[in-house]
Nanobody, 112 residues
Framework: QVQLVESGGGLVQPGGSLRLSCAAS????????MAWYRQPPGKQRELVAG???????NYADSVRGRFTISRDNSKNTMYLQMNSLKPEDTAVYYC??????RGQGTQVTVSS
């Protein structure tokens, strides 16, 4: 059974940090291009960052320099370190394995 499970979301003040994790099971994790997407309230889902099996990364312009995507293939886990958070980063964040599957999402709320 394929599962992607996100964790690490929550409420944080502007300027704060959070680290999201995505634990994968039921897939050969190391073979997949992995990505984080987010869906802000009332808006469409958008790509936040992606990482190839070899570790090459790409970022949305809105998060470049503030967010860092990484993966640990030995732990079947992907991460998203989010720094200098802004209210506009508020969204449900989803973990995605290309052409496979997506997690249920974790809520990130940036508010004072």
């Amino acid at each position: 059974q394929v599962q992607l499970v996100e964790s690490g979301g929550g409420l944080v003040q502007p300027g704060g940090s959070l680290r999201l994790s995505c634990a994968a099971s039921g897939i050969i994790f190391s073979r997949y291009y992995m990505a984080w997407y987010r869906q802000p309230p009332g808006k469409q889902r958008e790509l936040v960052a992606g990482i190839t099996s070899g570790g090459t990364t790409n970022y949305a312009d809105s998060v470049r320099g503030r967010f860092t995507i990484s993966r640990d293939n030995s732990k079947n886990t992907m991460y998203l370190q989010m720094n200098s958070l802004k209210p506009e980063d508020t969204a449900v964040y989803y973990c995605n394995a290309a052409n496979c599957c997506r997690g249920q999402g974790t809520q990130v709320t940036v508010s004072s």
